[in-house]
């Protein structure tokens, strides 16, 4: 299973921190075309990630590229030269209707054909930043077959609703669970804002908290430190790691056996929790847990 | 391609190239390199400068090239979007580049 417990941001028009992106470990990294790169500087921007993905080999990181949108004048252009260049994803920011996801949908296929890649390869992720784009959430989530996520951004949300960011983030609450209905709903996965104040650690491990028990498979990051915090956050403990492992014998065994009812520690277990089992344990494997010396303590007590 | 202004790119950031390109007044290819790695690899960016502007049709042009140790594929982005900036063009063509 794909995770994307990290999608951490790198300005478009810096070689330095575009050559060595991929070495903190985030699960995506998202080279930046709008907001970081000035109008001036578009062209070059569009070029260095043009070349960087074609010579620079960033290994198992998920590649993302942030582009402009098709309402501006580099928007095309962007799309033109990362068709060519492949990443993995292209982020489209300030999404409000399902008509922007068509558009972009439309004009990657068009260039797809153009340039001899194979037919919807490009997977799209969709940044949802306003009070429209909140309130068309779930026509977003549903309106291409390309799209694999939605990620919220809370900067320009809040200035759409003449507020602020403030510690307990109650402002957002109601924007991040529509756009999570929506996500699971279609089927897609909810990537959440960034935190900007990169000195506190404190009240970012507090919003990493806040938004994992709300459900969401990520956030994006805009400093390598974030990384290992939000991954030790997401990290299952050796109780629920030794849990899932139960429950994933159980029904290997009940499989086996041909038996339709399975419980563990006296309690019935269905999809929704062997599902939740698989991920705490792909969670682990991608947190770097040996699932074998955990097995090992489990057999020597 | 024909230069027709002075076109830059680039900075002098670490891993990054200031790329500036212009008409050479005796129509011919002329680089001027500054690396902090110019020992090891100042015939391989002078090489890799000369095949792109021959890849990019230019027969006429003064670069100047201060490297702070930029990869491969940082000098091309650099030079390109100098070159096309020198010639005033803003449409690409991608399936050449």
Not at chain 1, 112 to 129: C, H, N, P, T, W
Not at chain 1, 184 to 205: K, M, N, P, Y
Not at chain 1, 209 to 220: P, T
Not at chain 2, 21 to 47: A, C, D, M
């Amino acid at each position: 299973m794909k995770l994307r417990r990290t999608m951490l941001y790198v300005p478009g028009n810096n070689p330095n921190m575009v050559k060595d992106a991929h070495i903190y470990r985030s699960d995506s990294v998202m080279f930046d075309l709008e907001d970081s790169v000035s109008v001036r500087e578009k062209d070059a921007a569009r070029l260095l990630i043009f070349h960087a993905l074609r010579c620079i080999d960033y290994e198992t990181t998920e590649t993302v590229v942030r582009i402009n949108g098709l309402d501006t004048p580099f928007g095309r252009d962007d799309v033109e030269a990362m068709v060519r260049a492949q990443p993995d994803i292209i982020r489209l920011p300030k999404t409000e209707t399902p008509e922007d996801i068509q558009m972009i949908d439309q004009k990657l296929t068009e260039v797809e054909r153009q340039a001899g890649v194979e037919a919807g390869s490009i997977k799209l992720f969709a940044a949802i930043e306003s009070a429209r784009g909140v309130v068309n959430a779930y026509r977003i989530a549903t309106s291409s077959e390309r799209l694999v996520g939605i990620a919220f951004g809370a900067e320009d949300f809040v200035t759409n609703m003449h507020t602020s960011r403030s510690k307990p983030g109650t402002e957002l609450f109601t924007a991040r669970q529509e756009i999570l209905l929506a996500a699971r709903a279609a089927g897609l996965h909810a990537v959440d804002t960034v935190f900007a104040d990169i000195s506190d650690d404190e009240g970012f491990r507090e919003e990493v908290g806040l938004i994992k028990n709300m459900g969401f498979d990520g956030k994006s990051v805009i400093n390598p430190r974030q990384v290992g915090i939000v991954h030790s956050i997401y990290m299952p403990s050796v109780v629920e790691i030794k849990t899932a492992r139960r429950i994933i014998r159980a029904i290997k065994r009940a499989e086996q056996e041909g038996s339709g009812v399975v419980a563990v520690n006296g309690k019935m277990i269905d999809k929704p929790v062997v599902d939740r089992a698989r991920h705490t344990l792909d969670l682990a494997q991608a947190s770097g847990i040996y699932l074998d010396e955990i097995e090992e303590e489990e057999i020597n007590g | 391609m024909e230069l027709i202004h002075t076109g830059k790119a680039g900075t002098l950031e670490s891993s990054d190239v200031l790329i500036s390109v212009k008409t050479h007044p005796e129509n011919k290819i002329e680089i001027k390199l500054k690396s902090i790695v110019e020992k090891r690899f100042g015939r391989h960016i002078e090489k890799l400068v000369r095949d792109i502007l021959d890849e990019m049709q230019v027969s006429s042009a003064l670069v100047d090239v201060d490297d702070r140790s930029a990869l491969d594929c940082v000098i091309r982005a650099r030079l390109e979007t100098a070159l096309y900036r020198g010639a005033g063009v803003q449409t690409y063509h991608w399936e050449e580049l």
